[in-house]
């Protein structure tokens, strides 16, 4: 069997296997990482607030990020969201990193900047 030259597969057969994400999928993954990266630097800038403790500061945002996923996407109150399928699926034993991680990644672009804009008040 013949072989194609390497130039030939590099220059003419590989660029046409890669398809470019669309503008919006790229804008979603660029605001999930720009975010998660943020409440990362929030941490290193304030420590001292949660005693050197990542676990009490993640608790924290991850209560939060739960309270306004509740509220603003699921339109749910507490014992409505308690006993959700979505609650046992993506929530119940979870690390709050993963549930900060899962639900980030479950909002559209704009809503995660509502949600950090929301933070605090």
């Known amino acids: 069997m013949n072989k194609l ?3 030939i597969i590099t220059n003419k057969i590989i660029p046409y296997t890669y398809s470019t994400q669309s503008q919006e999928l790229r804008k979603d ?3 999930f990482y720009y975010i998660n990266n943020r409440f990362l630097e929030i941490y290193e800038l304030n420590k001292d607030l949660f005693n050197n403790n990542p676990s009490l500061y993640y608790l924290n945002i991850s209560n939060e990020i739960q309270k306004h996923y509740r509220v603003k996407i699921l339109n749910q109150t507490p014992k409505e969201f ?3 399928n979505f609650n046992k699926t993506y929530i119940k034993k979870q690390s709050d990193i993963h ?3 899962t639900l980030l990644a479950k ?3 704009v809503e995660r900047l509502k949600f950090v804009l ?3 008040s």
């Open 5 to 7: 030259p390497t130039h």
């Open 99 to 101: 549930i900060i991680r």
């Open 118 to 120: 929301s933070i605090g």
């Open 107 to 109: 909002m559209q672009p």
């Open 82 to 84: 308690r006993e959700s």
């Open 29 to 31: 993954i660029t605001t």
